[in-house]
Every structure is written in structure tokens, then in C-alpha cells.
């Protein structure tokens, strides 16, 4: 059966669209195409159909992990064709929390925090927008910690 993953997080430019490159990568390196389907959204919609932050393109991009995603807000829609939908953060959760349209849809929210294994810190992805290139590195950081645990899961 399918696994469909999707990230979420504020604008769709920095994170989540980060969070779904490094696990697109590991799922083409381990054959896992047909089993494991990743999109990512943002829950505001200001950026909707932009390239992802050229300062997180190219931190992403020095890790050898390419990022061709545009921008889309997360929509109702989303929670018919995700099995699992992961919040980089509590405002992110919680706007999802209200987007959902039943109890069965906000059973599919989780937090990117549990996945993390490396980062006992981090209870949340922090965004990266008006940081330096320390924040976009700590973040890429954190997402390889992530994507590592929940790629386990999901093979499991
Ligand atoms: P992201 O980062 O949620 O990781 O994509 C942000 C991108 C844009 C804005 C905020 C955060 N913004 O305010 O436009």
C-alpha cells in the first residue's frame, strides 16, 4: 500500500519544501518510489507558486539535495489524500488542527519534533526566514535527523 507523506509548514518556501527534498531523496536511494509518495504545503498562501528560498535552495543544494518544489497552501482537500500530515511547528499544528474537517482528518497531524532523534533540544523546526545562514543549516540539520527516523517507520 502507498504511504502519502506531506509536510507543512507557514510560507512553503524554507521547510517543509527542505523536509520533502531530503525525504524524496531517501526514498529514491532505497527504490521506495512506488511505496512512498512526498508533497509539502504552507498553511499561509502569500508565496503560492514561487521557487522555494534561493538562501535555503543553496544550503540544501551544498548537501548534494535539490529542491524543485513551488509553493501551494495546504488545503481541506489535503486530508483525504495524505495519510500522514507533519507540522514543522505548533502554529503550523494548529492551524491544520483547524483546517481539519473531522476528527478522523486530525488524527493524520503530527509533529516534525517526533521524529527527531539527535535533537533532544528541539521541540520544533524553528523558521529560518529572517535568520542567517546558521538558521537554514540548523534546519537542514534537524530534517536529515527527522526524515532519517520517519523513513524507519514508514519501511516498518
Ligand atoms: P517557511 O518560512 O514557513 O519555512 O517556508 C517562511 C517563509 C515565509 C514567511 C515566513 C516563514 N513569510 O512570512 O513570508
Same mark, same amino acid.
Given at each position: 500500500m502507498k504511504q502519502?507523506?506531506?509536510?507543512?509548514?507557514?510560507?512553503?518556501?524554507? +521547510? #517543509?519544501?527542505?523536509?520533502?527534498?531530503?525525504l524524496q531523496q531517501?526514498?529514491?536511494? *532505497?527504490?521506495?518510489?512506488?511505496h512512498i509518495v512526498v508533497d509539502s504545503a504552507g498553511t499561509y498562501g502569500g508565496h503560492?507558486?514561487? +521557487? #522555494?528560498?534561493?538562501?535555503?535552495r543553496r544550503a540544501a543544494e551544498a548537501r548534494?539535495? *535539490?529542491?524543485?518544489?513551488?509553493?501551494?497552501?495546504v488545503r481541506e482537500e489535503d486530508f483525504g489524500r495524505f495519510d500522514r500530515i507533519i507540522a514543522m511547528d505548533d502554529n503550523n499544528y494548529?492551524?491544520?488542527?483547524?483546517l481539519a474537517p473531522d476528527r478522523a482528518a486530525q488524527q493524520?497531524?503530527?509533529?516534525?519534533r517526533e521524529y527527531l532523534r539527535h535533537h533532544p533540544d528541539w521541540s520544533y523546526i524553528p523558521d529560518p526566514y529572517y535568520e542567517g545562514h546558521e538558521g537554514f543549516e540548523l534546519v537542514l540539520d534537524?530534517?536529515?535527523?527527522?526524515c532519517t527516523q520517519l523513513l524507519d517507520e514508514l519501511k516498518a
Open positions: 502519502r507523506i506531506l509536510f507543512v509548514c507557514l510560507g512553503n518556501i524554507c +521547510r #517543509s519544501p527542505a523536509a520533502e527534498a531530503i531517501m526514498i529514491t536511494r *532505497e527504490g521506495l518510489v512506488e503560492a507558486g514561487e +521557487r #522555494s528560498d534561493v538562501r535555503m548534494g539535495i *535539490e529542491m524543485t518544489h513551488r509553493a501551494r497552501q494548529e492551524a491544520l488542527f483547524r493524520k497531524i503530527f509533529r516534525f534537524l530534517l536529515e535527523d527527522g
